[in-house]
T-cell receptor, first 114, second 113 residues
Framework: DSGVTQTPKHLITATGQRVTLRCSPR?????VYWYQQSLDQGLQFLIQ???????AKGNILERFSAQQFPDLHSELNLSSLELGDSALYFC?????????????FGAGTRLSVL | DAKTTQPTSMDCAEGRAANLPCNHS???????VYWYRQIHSQGPQYIIH???NNETNEMASLIITEDRKSSTLILPHATLRDTAVYYC??????????????FGKGTLLTVNP
Protein backbone atom coordinates (compact mmCIF):
# COMPACT_ATOMS: atom_id res chain seq x y z
CA ASP A 1 0.00 0.00 0.00
CA SER A 2 1.54 3.28 -1.19
CA GLY A 3 -0.54 5.44 1.14
CA VAL A 4 -2.08 7.33 -1.78
CA THR A 5 -5.84 6.84 -2.01
CA GLN A 6 -7.83 7.30 -5.19
CA THR A 7 -11.59 7.16 -5.55
CA PRO A 8 -13.57 5.83 -7.23
CA LYS A 9 -11.78 2.70 -8.45
CA HIS A 10 -14.02 2.40 -11.48
CA LEU A 11 -16.17 4.92 -13.28
CA ILE A 12 -18.47 4.29 -16.22
CA THR A 13 -20.09 7.22 -17.94
CA ALA A 14 -21.33 8.44 -21.29
CA THR A 15 -19.86 10.79 -23.87
CA GLY A 16 -20.43 14.45 -23.12
CA GLN A 17 -20.61 13.92 -19.37
CA ARG A 18 -18.41 15.34 -16.62
CA VAL A 19 -16.68 13.38 -13.86
CA THR A 20 -14.49 14.12 -10.87
CA LEU A 21 -11.65 11.91 -9.71
CA ARG A 22 -10.34 12.27 -6.20
CA CYS A 23 -6.90 11.73 -4.71
CA SER A 24 -5.71 11.80 -1.11
CA PRO A 25 -1.92 12.01 -0.90
CA ARG A 26 0.34 10.29 1.62
CA UNK A 27 0.27 11.95 5.00
CA UNK A 28 2.49 15.01 4.96
CA UNK A 29 3.07 15.02 1.19
CA UNK A 30 2.58 18.45 -0.35
CA UNK A 31 2.90 17.57 -4.04
CA VAL A 32 0.25 15.80 -6.05
CA TYR A 33 0.66 14.65 -9.64
CA TRP A 34 -1.89 13.33 -12.11
CA TYR A 35 -1.09 10.87 -14.89
CA GLN A 36 -3.17 9.30 -17.63
CA GLN A 37 -2.50 5.84 -18.98
CA SER A 38 -4.22 4.74 -22.14
CA LEU A 39 -3.47 1.70 -24.26
CA ASP A 40 -1.94 3.65 -27.12
CA GLN A 41 -0.18 6.45 -25.23
CA GLY A 42 1.31 4.82 -22.17
CA LEU A 43 1.70 6.80 -18.95
CA GLN A 44 1.42 10.53 -19.59
CA PHE A 45 1.97 13.29 -17.07
CA LEU A 46 -0.97 15.68 -16.85
CA ILE A 47 -0.40 18.19 -14.06
CA GLN A 48 1.28 18.82 -10.71
CA UNK A 49 0.14 20.76 -7.66
CA UNK A 50 2.26 21.76 -4.72
CA UNK A 51 0.60 22.95 -1.52
CA UNK A 52 -2.46 24.17 -3.36
CA UNK A 53 -0.73 25.81 -6.31
CA UNK A 54 -0.26 24.54 -9.82
CA UNK A 55 3.42 23.81 -10.41
CA ALA A 56 3.75 22.06 -13.75
CA LYS A 57 1.57 21.16 -16.69
CA GLY A 58 1.97 18.30 -19.10
CA ASN A 59 -0.30 16.99 -21.82
CA ILE A 60 -3.51 18.04 -20.14
CA LEU A 61 -6.46 18.87 -22.37
CA GLU A 62 -8.38 22.10 -21.91
CA ARG A 63 -11.47 20.01 -21.07
CA PHE A 64 -9.59 18.74 -18.02
CA SER A 65 -8.83 20.71 -14.89
CA ALA A 66 -7.50 19.99 -11.46
CA GLN A 67 -7.18 21.60 -8.07
CA GLN A 68 -5.61 20.90 -4.71
CA PHE A 69 -7.51 21.83 -1.59
CA PRO A 70 -6.24 23.17 1.77
CA ASP A 71 -6.32 19.67 3.23
CA LEU A 72 -4.01 18.70 0.32
CA HIS A 73 -6.38 16.31 -1.39
CA SER A 74 -6.74 16.86 -5.10
CA GLU A 75 -9.46 16.47 -7.68
CA LEU A 76 -9.20 15.99 -11.41
CA ASN A 77 -12.23 17.18 -13.35
CA LEU A 78 -12.86 15.77 -16.80
CA SER A 79 -15.63 17.36 -18.87
CA SER A 80 -17.24 16.89 -22.28
CA LEU A 81 -15.97 13.36 -22.16
CA GLU A 82 -15.05 11.57 -25.36
CA LEU A 83 -14.52 7.89 -26.06
CA GLY A 84 -10.78 8.51 -26.21
CA ASP A 85 -10.74 9.69 -22.62
CA SER A 86 -11.24 6.11 -21.50
CA ALA A 87 -8.08 5.32 -19.57
CA LEU A 88 -6.52 4.68 -16.21
CA TYR A 89 -5.92 7.86 -14.24
CA PHE A 90 -3.23 7.76 -11.58
CA CYS A 91 -2.43 10.16 -8.83
CA UNK A 92 0.97 10.29 -7.18
CA UNK A 93 2.34 12.27 -4.27
CA UNK A 94 5.75 13.24 -3.03
CA UNK A 95 6.87 14.80 0.19
CA UNK A 96 9.63 16.67 1.86
CA UNK A 97 13.12 15.71 2.94
CA UNK A 98 14.23 12.24 2.01
CA UNK A 99 10.83 11.55 0.38
CA UNK A 100 10.93 14.68 -1.77
CA UNK A 101 12.31 12.94 -4.81
CA UNK A 102 10.12 9.85 -4.81
CA UNK A 103 6.63 9.79 -6.26
CA UNK A 104 4.28 7.23 -4.74
CA PHE A 105 1.34 6.22 -6.90
CA GLY A 106 -2.20 5.34 -6.02
CA ALA A 107 -4.06 2.35 -7.40
CA GLY A 108 -5.75 4.46 -10.05
CA THR A 109 -9.25 5.16 -11.32
CA ARG A 110 -10.37 3.26 -14.40
CA LEU A 111 -12.60 5.49 -16.50
CA SER A 112 -14.77 3.98 -19.19
CA VAL A 113 -16.58 6.38 -21.52
CA LEU A 114 -19.35 4.67 -23.49
CA ASP B 1 10.13 12.24 -24.80
CA ALA B 2 11.67 9.45 -22.75
CA LYS B 3 15.46 9.68 -22.65
CA THR B 4 16.01 5.97 -22.11
CA THR B 5 16.14 2.82 -24.21
CA GLN B 6 15.07 -0.53 -22.79
CA PRO B 7 14.45 -3.95 -24.31
CA THR B 8 10.79 -4.58 -24.99
CA SER B 9 10.69 -7.84 -23.07
CA MET B 10 12.80 -10.26 -21.07
CA ASP B 11 12.33 -13.63 -19.46
CA CYS B 12 13.81 -14.90 -16.21
CA ALA B 13 13.58 -18.19 -14.34
CA GLU B 14 12.10 -18.09 -10.87
CA GLY B 15 14.80 -17.89 -8.20
CA ARG B 16 17.41 -16.57 -10.58
CA ALA B 17 18.67 -12.99 -10.77
CA ALA B 18 16.91 -10.72 -13.23
CA ASN B 19 19.18 -8.13 -14.85
CA LEU B 20 17.30 -5.37 -16.65
CA PRO B 21 19.43 -3.04 -18.79
CA CYS B 22 18.76 0.58 -19.64
CA ASN B 23 20.61 2.94 -21.94
CA HIS B 24 20.57 6.66 -21.20
CA SER B 25 23.42 7.95 -23.32
CA UNK B 26 22.28 11.59 -23.23
CA UNK B 27 22.04 11.81 -19.45
CA UNK B 28 23.52 14.95 -17.95
CA UNK B 29 25.37 15.46 -14.71
CA UNK B 30 22.44 16.46 -12.54
CA UNK B 31 20.02 13.82 -13.72
CA UNK B 32 19.04 10.83 -11.65
CA VAL B 33 18.11 7.36 -12.88
CA TYR B 34 14.85 6.04 -11.43
CA TRP B 35 13.27 2.63 -11.72
CA TYR B 36 9.58 1.95 -11.30
CA ARG B 37 7.53 -1.11 -12.07
CA GLN B 38 3.90 -1.65 -12.90
CA ILE B 39 2.14 -4.93 -12.26
CA HIS B 40 -0.79 -5.37 -14.62
CA SER B 41 -2.63 -2.03 -14.48
CA GLN B 42 -1.80 -1.40 -10.83
CA GLY B 43 -0.22 1.91 -9.88
CA PRO B 44 3.49 2.22 -10.70
CA GLN B 45 5.67 1.16 -7.78
CA TYR B 46 8.93 2.90 -6.92
CA ILE B 47 11.91 0.56 -6.83
CA ILE B 48 15.15 2.50 -6.55
CA HIS B 49 17.03 5.53 -7.84
CA UNK B 50 20.61 6.73 -8.08
CA UNK B 51 22.88 9.43 -9.43
CA UNK B 52 26.28 7.85 -9.99
CA ASN B 53 26.98 5.42 -7.19
CA ASN B 54 25.56 1.93 -7.11
CA GLU B 55 22.54 1.64 -4.86
CA THR B 56 20.88 -1.24 -3.04
CA ASN B 57 17.67 -1.51 -1.08
CA GLU B 58 15.36 -4.28 0.03
CA MET B 59 13.89 -4.64 -3.44
CA ALA B 60 16.78 -4.39 -5.85
CA SER B 61 20.24 -3.16 -6.75
CA LEU B 62 21.05 -0.44 -9.25
CA ILE B 63 24.36 -0.53 -11.06
CA ILE B 64 25.28 2.63 -12.96
CA THR B 65 28.25 2.59 -15.31
CA GLU B 66 31.10 4.97 -14.62
CA ASP B 67 30.23 7.12 -17.66
CA ARG B 68 26.57 7.04 -16.52
CA LYS B 69 25.38 6.22 -20.02
CA SER B 70 23.73 3.00 -18.95
CA SER B 71 22.48 1.19 -15.89
CA THR B 72 21.23 -2.22 -14.80
CA LEU B 73 18.50 -3.03 -12.35
CA ILE B 74 19.10 -6.32 -10.57
CA LEU B 75 16.40 -8.32 -8.84
CA PRO B 76 18.56 -10.85 -6.99
CA HIS B 77 16.03 -13.68 -6.66
CA ALA B 78 13.12 -13.16 -8.99
CA THR B 79 9.72 -14.54 -8.02
CA LEU B 80 6.55 -14.94 -10.04
CA ARG B 81 5.23 -11.77 -8.37
CA ASP B 82 8.05 -9.79 -9.99
CA THR B 83 6.41 -10.23 -13.39
CA ALA B 84 5.72 -6.63 -14.42
CA VAL B 85 6.66 -3.80 -16.76
CA TYR B 86 9.84 -2.13 -15.51
CA TYR B 87 10.42 1.51 -16.36
CA CYS B 88 13.82 3.18 -16.39
CA UNK B 89 13.43 6.96 -16.10
CA UNK B 90 15.91 9.81 -16.24
CA UNK B 91 14.77 12.63 -14.00
CA UNK B 92 16.25 16.07 -13.80
CA UNK B 93 17.07 17.30 -10.34
CA UNK B 94 15.98 20.91 -9.96
CA UNK B 95 16.38 21.29 -6.25
CA UNK B 96 12.72 21.91 -5.65
CA UNK B 97 9.54 19.92 -5.74
CA UNK B 98 8.73 20.67 -9.35
CA UNK B 99 9.37 17.71 -11.59
CA UNK B 100 7.62 15.07 -13.60
CA UNK B 101 8.40 11.49 -14.51
CA UNK B 102 8.50 10.71 -18.22
CA PHE B 103 7.63 7.06 -18.69
CA GLY B 104 8.69 5.21 -21.81
CA LYS B 105 7.41 1.82 -22.85
CA GLY B 106 9.52 -0.10 -20.33
CA THR B 107 10.56 -3.75 -20.29
CA LEU B 108 8.03 -6.48 -19.72
CA LEU B 109 9.79 -8.93 -17.41
CA THR B 110 8.19 -12.35 -17.28
CA VAL B 111 9.35 -14.63 -14.49
CA ASN B 112 8.78 -18.26 -15.39
CA PRO B 113 8.34 -21.17 -12.97
Amino acid sequence: DSGVTQTPKHLITATGQRVTLRCSPRSGDLSVYWYQQSLDQGLQFLIQYYNGEERAKGNILERFSAQQFPDLHSELNLSSLELGDSALYFCASSGAGARKNIQYFGAGTRLSVL
Amino acid sequence: DAKTTQPTSMDCAEGRAANLPCNHSTISGNEYVYWYRQIHSQGPQYIIHGLKNNETNEMASLIITEDRKSSTLILPHATLRDTAVYYCIVRELNGGSNYKLTFGKGTLLTVNP
